[in-house]
């Protein structure tokens, strides 16, 4: 996985500046990824130091234990006043290893604005010899005042052939990599969430077009928060119009469910449920409720249907 993280444009822009010793004093990395964003800003610190793998230093970062690279808040919580507090105390302290100090500072986008506001002004200017590297895995949850002050740099979606690299090196011989890949979205913790499922979200999303017992479906979507559904959805739509256009063997799902699919979907009615899958997972992003969200789906992909059918 770290050769994937090491492939973003965050960790080449933070390596590069730190070879030529002209790291922003704030650095704020978007990384859809939520499940891997720690670990990207792991390998961030990693270069902003010149650390190179093997030696103590990549050791003691990657163990959130450098002295000059305090990780906030720890792994899986949230940055709350108190601990915000607690960073502007280790920034006024010295370095004491290295020449200067990074403080990393994750999932940035839980962060309240009561916090951001408190983090402003030292966000702003720094004490000399400290950095901050902040990620978040969206830019809504940022306030503006903090936007305006960062080195902003968002890395975009991996490559569906990145992706399926990376779960061939790390799941070697695991059937289902290339689905999962296809449907994850260029996030690789989804690609993950859809492999390990033992497919079931496939299984969901093939009922689930198919008309078979979609309220069903629905509510186990909701009661198990499963967000990689939607992205089984759009793949299956996909691999329907490649199979409906005569390029089945380029589709990355080869079931009877999806030969079923590709029959029951006009083509504009595909493209039109995929556009509707793809809105569903960016309302996500917002905190829609899965559920309600495949319900929804299924009343405008049930519309889509009858109008392409008349």
């Excluded at 449907?183 to 979200?201: I, P, Q, Y």
Aim: aromatic content about 8%; charged content about 25%.
């Amino acid at each position: 996985m770290n050769e994937l993280l090491r492939s973003t444009t965050a960790y080449r822009a933070i390596a590069g500046a730190a070879r030529r010793g002209g790291c922003a004093q704030f650095t704020l990395v978007f990384f859809a990824d939520e499940g891997y964003l720690r670990p990207l800003l792991t390998e961030c610190a990693k270069a902003f130091f010149g650390a190179d793998e093997g030696t103590r230093a990549a050791r003691l970062i990657g163990e959130e234990a450098y002295a000059d690279c305090p990780f906030f808040p720890p792994a899986g919580g949230r940055l709350t006043a108190e601990l915000a507090s607690a960073v502007a105390d280790e920034s006024a302290l010295e370095p004491v290893e290295a020449s200067k100090k990074l403080i990393v500072l994750d999932a940035f986008h839980t962060v309240t604005p009561l916090v951001q506001n408190k983090l402003l002004k030292l966000l702003e200017e720094p004490p000399p010899k400290v950095y901050f590297l902040a990620g978040a895995a969206n830019e809504h949850a940022v306030l503006p005042t903090v936007l305006s002050r960062a080195n902003k740099i968002t890395v975009p979606p991996f490559s569906e052939e990145a992706v399926r690299a990376a779960l061939a090196r790390k799941y070697p011989g695991r059937a289902g990599t290339e689905a999962a890949a296809a449907a994850c979205g260029g996030v690789f913790s989804a690609a993950e969430r859809l492999l390990e499922g033992g497919g079931e979200e496939f299984r969901l999303a093939e009922r689930f077009l198919l008309g078979d017992g979609c309220e069903a479906a629905c509510r186990d979507v909701g009661e198990k928060k499963r967000v990689g559904f939607f992205a089984a959805v759009r793949l299956l739509l996909r691999d329907a119009l490649l199979i409906a256009s005569g390029q089945g063997r380029y589709a990355a799902v080869h079931s009877q469910a999806a030969q079923a699919i590709a029959r029951r979907f006009p083509a504009g009615a595909a493209i039109a449920a995929a556009e509707a899958a793809a809105r569903a997972e960016r309302d996500l992003q917002f905190n829609a409720n899965p559920g309600q969200a495949a319900l929804a789906l299924a009343a405008e992909i049930e519309e889509e249907l009858k109008k392409w059918q008349k």
